[in-house]
């Protein structure tokens, strides 16, 4: 039921920034925790970063200190800021909503490359 969509994605160069977003439909935006995974090829999804409804945020150790997630509940968006970026960086990156409860929800995702 809730749409999300990225976007931000593109091909770039290490050492060079992005800034994926994410938006969610609904008016419960603001009662959802909002998390960032990736995945790249021939590897499992993995974990990015979260920021919660209290707007608690953690990134992951590949990550860290390059990474930042942010959101903005006005525009129903969550951002990630991605400085540093390297070509391990390479994957398909997924915004993932979660509302309380079980279910969740996963936008198909923005392809970022990172390559010289």
């Known amino acids: 039921q809730v749409q999300v969509v990225e976007s931000g994605g593109g091909l770039v160069q290490p050492g060079r920034s992005l800034r994926l977003s994410c938006t969610a439909s609904g008016s419960s935006f603001g009662s959802y925790d909002m998390a960032w995974y990736r995945q790249a090829p021939g590897k499992q999804r993995e974990f990015v970063a979260r920021i919660t409804r209290l707007h608690s945020a953690n990134v992951a150790d590949s990550a860290k200190g390059r990474f930042a997630i942010s959101r903005d509940n006005a525009k129903n968006t969550v951002y990630l800021q991605m400085n540093s970026l390297k070509p391990e960086d390479t994957a398909v990156y997924y915004c993932?909503?979660?509302?309380?409860?079980?279910?969740?929800?996963w936008g198909r995702g923005t392809q970022v490359t990172v390559s010289s």
């Open positions: 993932n909503v979660e509302p309380p409860g079980l279910y969740h929800y």
